[in-house]
């Protein structure tokens, strides 16, 4: 075997391993023309940190699960319909049981309404439990959303006053609540907050430390992530 | 043919030591992602013990159970190790008949590699880099009437990475040598 022929194998692993960092990279620009500069690629990295921070500051008017005051923010843009969202639910319920006052999980409202039509209404039914209701009632009629639909567009609309029935609010000002479409701009405003952020999935989520740092969080991770995250959110204390 | 190929090429610890680091890498890369940023963010943060610098990554992997379907995972773990074995494969052909390296299935496999990044993440709401790349070209609605969401093109890296480790494997056991003129 010439020397030569020994440079294959290697030369090999680095063609593959160009091709697929090419094709990560030019993904994540969405750039058609594949050309660019190594002062437009920092310039393009650097536009996706500064992203972070058009999220919108956390006030009295989000829906916080635990304290305000807790040193770490997990701020969740979410889908109803997203079985991903689903079943990202159950793990942030377990971060809060873990966590208590530590952890503040603020939930924002991102339906994709092109491929999950039905999330739009269900988002702004959240909103409608917490008029009638209050923080209290939009936690409980979010974890009963995510318990019954079965995601991907498949939940039933009229699951919605059934839902709001068995968390204990009145069907017939639910409905008028719902019907008039006056919570739709919220849900709006959240979804336009979390593509501003860079959020182009569901569920997509920006782990906010005490001293201000924040950590991207794109899909339904595990809970020893979301926990290393919180772990380190937590030293910038 | 394939079998016997697949011997001829792995009884060398040397190609199945490239097949696994191969395989590895890539499935690690469809894993990691959705979370380059954040694992760049982690790595450089001087906040971040070494230890967490290292925990992270390795709990991500844990998203091929989470943050995925069942096809998704199963087409990514697919083309993770039909990647690696092409490419062993491929790197077999081409130490013993360079000439001939051409004509070998190299092209389909990395189309097949190509293919399956694209699917990758399609399963998951939004998509990844599918949905990027449509978005950018004013057409992410697409996904929509693709009837498994995206997870087409999963399904073809996987089946073009199969027909290329069968277009190299015949190649391995037919000698590329000169006829005999009778």
Partial sequence: ??????????????????????AVYLGQRG????????TEAWQEEARLAAALENMAPVTAADHIRGSTEAPVKIVEYSDFECPFCKSFHPTMQRVMEEYGDRVAWVYRHFPLDQIHPKADKEAEATECANELGGTDAFWKYTDRLFEVTPSNNNLDPAELPRIAQYIGLATQQFNECLSSGRHAQHVEDDTQNALATGGNGTPWSIIVAADGTKYPLSGAQPYESLKQLIELALKGK | MVIRALYKVFRNPAYVALSLFTGAVVFAFAVWLPNIRLIAAVLGSPEASFAQ??????????????NFTLLSASYTVAIAVLFGINLAMVAYFVRHRVAAARQSGIAVGFLGLG???LGTGCAACGSFLLMNGLTFAGASGALVFLPLGGAEFGVLGTVLLAVSIYLTAKRIQNPAVCGVNR
């Fill in chain 2, 115 to 117: 293919s399956g990044i």
């Fill in chain 2, 53 to 66: 610098k290292l925990a992270l990554p390795i709990s991500l992997l844990g998203s091929i159970a989470t």
């Fill in chain 1, 1 to 22: 075997m010439t020397s030569q022929n020994n440079l294959f194998i290697p030369l090999a692993i680095v063609i593959a391993g160009a091709l697929i960092a090419g």
């Fill in chain 1, 31 to 38: 750039d058609a023309s594949g050309v660019t500069s190594p």
